[in-house]
């Protein structure tokens, strides 16, 4: 399975983006799909994740409320839409694929993707 994720800009607090993570390889669909991020000097973080059948989600507690993760299945695309951002949303994000759910929470997947920067200023 190979990921890429794409999507990341500069952007002013407050404002929006849609981050997009394409997912290849025969079996890609087959996957619980995780995206976390990583600050400077700053771990690994888990942001969101989405079951492969895409009917169950989960957030860290303090995106729950601003972010939003989908997925296509027809296009092998999982989605995470980004509003009102801040400054501290600064990172590169990444997503990854796991064939475990609860994993990804625990930052542990089976692939991991490339990532897109993300930059937030005030």
């Known amino acids: 399975v190979q990921l890429q994720a794409c999507g990341g800009g500069s952007v002013q607090a407050g404002g929006s983006l849609r981050l997009s993570c394409a997912a290849s390889g025969r079996t890609s669909s087959n996957y619980n799909i995780g995206w976390f991020r990583q600050a400077p000097g700053k771990e690994r973080e888990f942001v969101a994740a989405i079951r492969r059948s895409g009917d169950s989600t989960m957030y860290a507690d303090s995106m729950k409320a601003r972010f939003t993760i989908s997925r296509d299945h027809t296009k092998n695309l999982v989605y995470l839409q980004m509003n009102s951002l801040k400054p501290e949303d600064t990172a590169v994000y990444s997503c990854?694929?796991?064939?475990?759910?609860?994993?990804?929470?625990?930052?542990?997947?089976?692939?991991w993707g490339q990532g897109t920067l993300v930059t937030v200023s005030s």
């Open positions: 990854a694929a796991a064939e475990s759910y609860g994993s990804l929470r625990d930052r542990i997947a089976n692939y």
